[in-house]
């Protein structure tokens, strides 16, 4: 059976250097997989996805309404946003960290109270962390996307595979040490 | 050797194998990334051309002198480059001649989302269509092949879906073709009228029914028989979501080749099947021709013709399943759009712009200045196209006269956008005594796709360095006067002042050029890295005025006004605009404003 991930957040997040790593990973594992991006508009600070699903055979990475096997929000508003898409009893992996769009800035529209909570109430499976401090713990605040790295993999049992090995594939050798501290943490939260 | 690769990257994976020795583009998504990854071949050469005219027209000289080229351009490109594409259909090619077009059902990043498999029988051009990453690498050498055997020109048609997922491709070897003997041949390549004649006559007569029998023969549309209640006739990335919806409980009429649509196949596939699905997006354009053949199929009747077509949506339509449940939350999220980014040199002269609603209208153009049309900006009338931003406003403003409305017109767009088409607009604008304002953004990059090269960076696709047009020089030579040229620094609030104050003034065609590099190239960043703004809390009245420039990176938190110091670049537009000097610039060591 096939798995369905959707990982949803903010233009800058690294949403699609997470989705390659998985991507990859994956498929050195002998996994079937495609995954999907949308760009474009979405850098400029805008809402952006990826949708990945592997398996013997994937034919289309497109995740609709109550398909996600696993939804991924870095950003706890951007969980509401994509709720729509995760499977009932399927799991949401949830970044507690707050990024204020536009128009919430421009006081045209309110910042919502009790997310995390509204979300565990109505949601079966929620994993809930706060990646930023956890990165910072490891040493530096942009690495909160190797930390849901981390969680993700976690909660699907990947961990048998080499991410260590990715990350340096995919990122700066300067940035190894913390990136790899920080997937490291992501492990440790569940 | 396998690699995980999007649809772009197996397609320049496929010019590299297939012997492409010229590859043009111009950038736009979901294409860019096409040429992007052709540029790190260096058996290819490869140029971002000035637009998408232009870049058809080097890829078609360099199939004429012998070598095999290709242009790929997103689905608007091909409206640009549609005069030479019609013609060339006449001529044929001598190297092999592929266009890629990719569209975008669904409009992620587009303005609109036509189909352009319709300029296929409009201009009766082989038509290709891949549905995932293996097939655009295995296609487009298929593609080349076509084009050199039939004599054509063929549009390889993908679609966002196509160009941006992974998927997994099996890779191969380059093969070098080499480069054709080329032999002068007006009858064949100029299209005076009498040539022209000649040439639609043979390609109507030979050409065209060649085509035809191939496509009823080719194994590029292929009959996959399941299950004989249900039978799917569809292409591209609706082929995937049809497989995966409906897996082994349907047969299958894959057309990868559509144009000339295969009538025989349809005739074949209809014995076998009960019922016929065309699954396409947008357009109905195999459906029409299917259903014109005296073949009953369902179409558009129950698929819808806007946006994609999801596996859900033909779950439900196919098998009449209903849509999954899932969970309802009471807490609705606040809209996310996409925004001008801190520290962009956009903001300032849109903000300065902002404060003139009542006395002007903006013509607006592609690029990342049309989100100074959204909140709390709103600068832009009117987004249409590449080049419409002086254009559109030429008329604009000679309206505004006739009804005396007593408003100016500024046009806007930005440095890569001047040299795809607001040249042209500039010189009307100028021959025609227009009293438009022709702001030019200039950032020194096509920054809304991603950062490629354009004629006023300095540097070519590879990165060399390349001759910088300037700007300024051009406006010169078209006549603009001296003193209705402004060239200034947009992070200077006073110079954007200024620079709208003498154009309200000014009678005759007038340009602000803006100059100041987009904050998000790397230099840029490194160089302004220990630059940021800071809030005093005495001074501050939280007044708000500094949200009005809408900066992602001011916020309010606990009734504080706070400026994030990771996005902020210490542009020190908000510094400029609070009226309490309650904003101040924080110079850390190695942090340098200009």
């Known amino acids: ?190 | 050797m396998k690699k995980l690769m999007t649809g772009n990257e197996a397609i320049a994976r496929g010019a590299y194998e297939a012997g492409v020795l010229v590859a043009s583009a111009y950038p736009g998504t979901p294409s860019t990334e096409i040429l992007e990854n052709v540029s790190m071949y260096d058996e290819i050469y490869s140029e971002w051309s000035t637009n998408e005219k232009v870049a058809l027209e080097v890829a078609f000289g360099a199939s004429v002198s012998g070598a095999r080229a290709m242009a790929s351009m997103k689905h608007v490109g091909l409206n640009v480059a549609a005069d030479p594409f019609f013609t060339i259909a006449y001529e044929g090619v001598n190297g092999g001649l592929v266009v890629i077009t990719a569209d975008e059902p669904g409009m992620h990043s587009s303005q609109n989302e036509q189909d352009n498999r319709l300029y296929a029988p409009h201009a009766k051009v082989a038509l290709i269509e891949p549905s995932d990453s293996q097939e655009c690498k295995d296609y487009l050498k298929r593609a080349f092949e076509i084009s050199e055997q039939f004599d054509t020109a063929v549009l390889f048609r993908v679609t966002t879906r196509v160009c941006h997922t992974k998927g997994i491709v099996e890779l191969g070897e380059r093969e070098e073709v080499g480069i054709r003997e080329y032999i002068k041949n007006p009858k064949k390549y100029v299209m005076v009228p009498a040539n022209a004649k000649e040439k639609h006559i043979e390609m109507e007569r030979d050409r065209l029914p060649k085509l035809h029998e191939f496509s009823n023969t080719t194994d590029l549309n292929r009959i996959e028989l399941n299950d004989s209640k249900i039978g799917v006739v569809t292409s591209g990335a609706c082929y995937m979501n049809a497989k995966e919806a409906l897996g082994d409980k349907a047969s299958y009429l894959k057309i990868g080749f559509s144009y000339p649509l295969p009538d025989e196949k349809f005739k074949e596939f209809a014995k076998h099947v009960e019922k016929i699905y065309v699954i396409e997006e947008n357009e109905p354009y195999m459906e029409n021709y299917i259903k014109a053949l005296g073949i009953d199929c369902i179409g558009k009747e129950e698929f819808p013709l806007c946006g994609e077509i999801t596996p859900q949506i033909i779950r439900r339509i196919v098998l009449g399943e209903s849509t999954p449940s899932t969970y309802k939350l009471d807490i609705l999220p606040p809209n996310r759009p996409p925004a001008l980014c801190a520290g962009c040199p956009h903001r300032g002269i849109f903000y300065e712009m902002s404060k003139y609603k009542n006395k002007i209208n903006v013509t607006s153009d592609i690029g990342c200045y049309s989100l100074g049309a959204s909140a709390p900006l709103y600068v832009g009338d009117t987004v249409i196209c590449m080049g419409a931003g002086f254009s559109s406003g030429i008329g604009f403003d000679r309206v505004n006269k006739m009804a005396e409305r007593g408003k100016k017109v500024f046009g806007v767009l930005g440095d890569s956008t001047f040299f795809h088409s607001g040249m042209t607009g500039l010189v009307d604008a100028v021959y025609n005594k227009s009293d438009l304002v022709m702001v030019i953004l200039d950032n020194r990059i096509t920054a809304m796709t991603g950062h490629q090269e354009n004629p006023g960076t300095g540097r070519n696709i590879k990165g060399e360095e390349a001759p910088m047009i300037d700007i300024v020089s051009i406006v010169k030579a078209c006549g603009v006067k001296e003193e209705n040229i402004k060239v200034i620094n947009p992070y200077i609030m006073s110079q954007n002042k200024e620079a709208i104050k003498a154009a309200l003034e000014a009678e005759g065609p007038f340009v602000i050029i803006t100059k100041q590099p987009c904050a998000l190239i790397k230099e840029v960043q490194k160089k302004r890295a220990n630059l940021y703004s800071e809030v005093d809390d005495e001074k501050c009245t939280k007044c708000k005025t500094c949200f009005r420039i809408g900066c992602p990176a001011i916020s309010m938190v606990d009734n504080k006004v706070i400026i994030d110091k990771v996005q902020c670049n210490g542009c020190t537009v908000c510094v400029q605009t609070c009226p309490y000097k309650a904003i101040k610039v924080h110079q850390e060591r190695g942090g340098k404003n200009e």
């Open chain 1, 1 to 190: 059976m096939n798995k369905s991930l959707l990982l949803a957040g903010v233009g800058g997040q690294g949403i699609i250097l997470v989705s390659k790593i998985l991507s990859e990973g994956l498929m050195e594992e002998g996994f079937d997989v495609k995954m999907s991006e949308i760009h474009g508009m979405s850098q400029r600070g805008g809402s952006v996805t990826t949708q990945i699903k592997f398996g013997q055979k994937v034919y289309s990475p497109i995740i609709n309404t109550g398909e996600a096997d696993v939804l991924v929000a870095f950003e706890k508003i951007e969980a509401l946003r994509y709720i729509e898409n995760l499977k009932i009893s399927g799991t949401l992996i949830v970044n507690e960290e707050e990024i204020f769009p536009l128009p919430v800035l421009a006081g045209l529209e309110e910042y919502p109270d009790g997310v995390i909570e509204e979300l565990k109430n109505k949601v079966d499976h929620v994993i809930s962390i706060d990646a930023r401090k956890a990165a910072l713990d490891a040493g530096e605040a942009k690495s909160s996307n190797i930390v849901m790295l981390g969680v993700t993999v976690k909660a699907l049992g990947l961990e048998n595979i080499d991410w260590e090995e990715k990350i340096k594939k995919y990122l700066p050798p300067k940035t190894h040490e913390k990136n790899i501290l920080a997937f490291r943490k992501g492990l440790e939260t569940l």
